[in-house]
């Protein structure tokens, strides 16, 4: 069930006071219902991008945020246009609470992202943690609101240039904690790369770790970068900028007394954005391998008689749709590893 409210030309305080109404006719109406409180989310988006934005923000299942309200900007507009709903699935509970979400839909122009903190500060629900997510760049915006924001959610993906991406990522860091929607698409390859050297008698091949080649999607080689970095970060490798080599990006890391060989290669498109694969070589010839499959990830392992054994593992992808859940999930954890992954990614691009 929805209930709304809308009106081409408002204040910050018109919306706060017609959500308000709409609260108090829900519980009216429903003496079992009961609003969601767990963080708000607030979305910057070009305007013309706000049905692709709402159809992700609807595909996030039980991770939906509280509140959220989605600033689309519009070239032109001078003043503010609203839309505040408040929604609830009753089908979902007959006898216990019902819960329920609030949106808001506002139409703001490019001069007002300078301060949109002073126009989603009196929207916002207080006492409850506020994630900021600026998918189509929009720095300012971000800028304004980051004083309101425990948390910046973002995709290093969203900016060609990777380093760009990343910088962005370390800048932010030093002022709030942040969600790269890059790094959580690595988790499956992280988890997996963990796995492979967890059991006792494989952990001396740390140690022996002759080169590392992570492959990506054209876009995605932040994401690459942010895998590099995490191995680097926990191995105590020291790494140095990587430089263009034929179509890839070489460059060498230090571990003890040894180099080991990075590179960073885009492969053929592919449906979704982030890695394709990942090869680890060994010193005395042996390699891991990880591509991406049909139904998970393909895991290879070359011995060094030349033997090689093949299997899948499942249940690695979460889709992008669940990327987005897991974000929204993540806003309320704190990830040790990314910060660490992140500092030696970039000094990959200096």
Known sequence: ???LWSSNDATPSDVDAALGDLLKARHLDASNYSPARILNLVVIADGEWRGEILNRLERVGRSYPSRTILCCVEAGRTNISARAQVSSDESASIDGPVVGHESIILGVGEHQLSH?????????????????????GNPEGVDSLISLAEI??????DDPAPGTALQRAQELSSRTHVVDLSWLRGTPW???????FDPPQRRHELEQIASVTVRHRPDSAAAALLLLGWLASRLNWTTGPLLADHGCHVGKARAGNQEVVLTVEPQGEQGVPGLAGITIEMTDGG????????????????YVDAKTATWTVLGTSRGEAGILGEAIRQAMLRDETYGPALHQAQ???R
């Open 1 to 3: 069930m929805d209930d």
């Open 116 to 136: 949109l903190r002073s126009i989603v500060d009196p929207l916002l629900v207080s006492d409850l943690p506020t994630v900021v997510w600026s998918p189509h």
């Open 152 to 157: 910046v959610m973002l995709d290093s993906l």
């Open 190 to 196: 992280r988890e997996r790369i963990a796995g492979t």
């Open 287 to 302: 390699s891991i391998s990880l591509d991406r499959g049909e139904g998970g990830l393909t895991k290879t392992r070359r």
């Open 347 to 349: 000094a990959m691009t």
